[in-house]
């Protein structure tokens, strides 16, 4: 219970700095491919108890919310602190990853004036985010720039140490890969076949598929694709794999 007491610790600490800060609005996700709300030991979602924006109560209900939001598909590309105002996005330096996305209409459809986005990239490819947003005008470039850093430690606390108190329930962490489990996973990774493995290895096609076998075990995946995404996601599949 000490792990869930100190996510909802963070929680609370989240919600605080935006009232600080002039930030009151708070949203937070640990993983925004997941149509379910993050949610606490008991199931109950943590938007409940983080203010919302009026115009839009009961936002986490909203299933197809993290598909269509422009603010979270800025996390899905982009992995530092971001800034809104003026329906544009920005951060502590120009890029084309969030010149990218269209933000028109934001201000007029969720009720936006400003908003500091943190977008957080955990093990296993999971991308969480929280969102800190101010419904009248306030300085926010002058915000970003004094409490950015801040932000983006508190945000990784909180959604870090949310993944592991929902995972620890949920499955095992993946265990570590043999250098050769790696490898084949690799080159499974590169669309090769198991008999393609073998050649490039000098394997037998029986011990390409014993080493592939071992390392959907160890990363908890029941298919050749949910290993690959998964391996990818833990960093096994780098350059010296």
């Known amino acids: 219970m000490a792990a869930w007491d100190e996510v909802d610790r963070l929680a609370q600490a989240v919600v605080a700095v935006g009232a600080e800060i002039g930030l009151p609005f708070v949203a937070a996700q640990s993983d925004i491919g997941d149509a379910a709300?993050?949610?606490?030991?008991?199931?109950?979602p943590y938007a409940e108890r983080m203010p919302?924006?009026?115009?839009?109560?009961?936002?986490?209900?909203?299933?197809?919310?993290?598909?269509?939001?422009?603010?979270?598909?800025?996390?899905?590309?982009?992995?530092?602190?971001i800034w809104f105002a003026d329906?544009?996005?920005?951060?502590?330096?120009?890029?084309d990853a969030l010149a990218a996305i269209d933000c028109t209409g934001v201000t007029r459809q969720f009720g936006f004036a400003a908003a500091l986005i943190v977008p957080?990239?955990?093990?296993?490819?999971?991308?969480?985010?929280?969102?800190?947003?101010?419904?009248?005008?306030?300085?926010?470039?002058?915000?970003?720039?004094?409490q950015a850093?801040?932000?983006?430690?508190?945000?990784?606390?909180?959604?870090a140490a949310h993944r592991e108190a929902a995972?620890?329930?949920?499955?095992?962490?993946?265990g570590q890969l043999s250098a050769r489990e790696a490898q084949c996973v690799r080159?499974?990774?590169?669309?090769?076949?198991?008999?393609?493995?073998?050649?490039?290895?000098?394997?037998?096609?029986?011990?390409v598929r014993f080493h592939l076998r071992n390392a959907a075990e160890k990363l908890g995946a029941t298919t050749r694709a949910r290993m690959i995404q998964i391996a990818t996601g833990h960093g096994f599949l780098g350059p010296d794999a």
């Open 120 to 146: 957080v990239h955990l093990p296993g490819g999971q991308v969480g985010v929280v969102l800190w947003v101010a419904s009248e005008p306030v300085d926010i470039a002058a915000i970003f720039t004094a």
């Open 87 to 95: 329906d544009r996005l920005h951060s502590w330096r120009p890029t």
């Open 187 to 207: 080159w499974a990774a590169a669309g090769k076949t198991n008999a393609e493995i073998g050649t490039i290895l000098t394997l037998s096609v029986s011990t």
């Open 37 to 44: 709300p993050m949610a606490d030991r008991a199931g109950r």
């Open 52 to 81: 919302w924006v009026s115009s839009a109560p009961n936002y986490w209900l909203n299933r197809g919310l993290a598909l269509r939001a422009s603010f979270l598909h800025a996390a899905r590309v982009f992995a530092e602190p």
């Open 167 to 174: 995972s620890s329930r949920a499955r095992p962490q993946p």
């Open 149 to 159: 850093e801040r932000l983006f430690a508190l945000a990784y606390r909180f959604l």
